[in-house]
Each structure stands twice: as C-alpha cells, then as structure tokens.
C-alpha cells in the first residue's frame, strides 16, 4: 500500500535559520504530493503541491521538488520567521483500488521557531 | 465567505453516549471525507463520501456511523462501541466537478473528549 514516511520531530530553530523537513514516499502509479500547516488548535492548510515528477510547489516561502528517483519531496525555506511555528504534514494522493482518491499522510513534524 | 465549519469546537461526552459531530461546507463539493488524529500521529480516514447518499469506509470505521443526506452536510457520529475515541476530528472536502481537484481542503475540527 501508499506510506509517507516524514522526519521526527520536534525540530526547534532560531528566527531566519534555514529549515528542512524531509519526506519521502512509497507509492504505485503517480501520486501527487501534498505539505500541509497546522497551527495550535485549528485544522489543516493546504501549503504546496506538486502532480508530476520534478515539479515544483511553492507558498509563502516554502518550497518542495516532486523527486520521483529518490522517491521524496522534501520541505524547504530559507529563513524561517517565529509565525512558521506548526505542525508540517507530508501527504501523498491517489487512486485506491477501489477507484477512489485518498490522502496518505505521513505522522506529522512540529516545527518550533524561537527569536 | 466559502468553507468548512465543524462544531462545536470541543466536545465533552460521558463513557457509552453516542455523539454527532457536525460538518457543513458551501463550496459545492461532492467528496467530503472524515478524519481523526491523534497526538504524533498522522491523519486516518474514518469515511467517506463522494455523492449524496452513498460513502464507504476509510481505514478505521469500526465504532462509527455517517450520513450524507445533503451534499452540504456530512455528519460524524461516534458509536458507544468506539473503544478509544477521545480525538481530534477532522472533515474535509473536494471538488469533483467542473473544477475538480486532487486537494482537500479542511474544517476547524472538533476535539472530542469522553470522559
């Protein structure tokens, strides 16, 4: 079956440190590939996505390459602001057997960031 | 504004009651899903649902029942015989139309509490 596997948390930076949260996949097919935020207390925000193989999405800074041979979709930003602080999902979309479409979601990584 | 709204934001229940939770979009979305989360790990789909009156079961249903008689409204509801389930519930839904995507977009969520 489909699996995300994303780094452990929690991950505690300083203000404008650089950020990487990795995430890597196990799929058939062409999933595409999803970043979600979560702040303390609310539900998920969609943050970037990507649909085929090396593309790129972007948001508010963020940034994540569609790597089909290393099978991942690592999250990215230069300088990360206190407002960043969250939780960051890695999830994955596809067709299930069944023929519908279903989100994989790897276990999720918060992200502190102190000034 | 268009959106998800879930309520109520908590929710206190005791051991063996039946609880519903609510959740309404007015994006015009045929796909609405269910999911809970728990502390460190990620999203799991309960269920379903991609038309009115017709859903299926996600990964872990067992303990909990749904409608979709509009295709604004898919309630939650929380059977006695859900062994563990203080939770945080998640609802979220897609566009399967004109406009289809592969992104769901998320409510509030609800945070279920049986004491």
């Known amino acids: 079956g489909n699996s995300v596997t994303q780094m452990e948390g929690p991950v505690t930076l300083s203000e404008e440190a650089f950020l990487t949260i990795n995430c890597t996949y196990t799929?058939?097919?062409?999933?595409?590939l999803f970043w979600y935020v979560q702040y303390p207390g609310e539900g998920l925000q969609l943050l970037l996505k990507?649909?085929?193989?090396?593309d790129k999405g972007s948001n508010k800074g963020f940034e994540a390459t569609y790597r089909k041979e290393t099978t991942s979709f690592h999250l990215e930003k230069g300088s990360v602001q206190v407002s960043d602080s969250a939780v960051y999902f890695c999830a994955l979309g596809a067709y299930s057997g069944a023929g519908s479409y279903q989100l994989t979601f790897g276990k999720g990584t918060k992200l502190s960031v102190i000034p | 504004d268009g959106g998800i709204t879930q309520s109520p934001k908590y929710l206190f229940r005791k051991e063996g009651q039946n609880v519903t939770l609510s959740c309404e979009q007015n994006l015009n979305h045929d796909a609405m899903y269910w999911y809970r989360q728990d502390p460190g790990q990620g999203l799991r789909l309960i269920y379903y649902?991609?038309?009115?009156?017709?859903?299926q079961k996600g990964d872990i249903a067992e303990g909990y029942s749904v409608s979709r008689e509009k295709k604004e409204s898919f309630p939650l509801t929380v059977t006695s015989a859900q062994k563990n389930p203080t939770a945080f519930y998640l609802c979220?839904?897609?566009?399967?139309?004109?406009?289809?995507?592969?992104?769901?977009?998320f409510g509030p969520g609800t945070r279920l509490t049986v004491l």
């Open positions: 990507a649909t085929k193989a090396d």
């Open positions: 799929a058939t097919g062409y999933p595409s």
């Open positions: 979220a839904s897609r566009d399967l139309g004109a406009r289809r995507t592969d992104t769901q977009y």
């Open positions: 649902s991609q038309i009115v009156n017709d859903f």
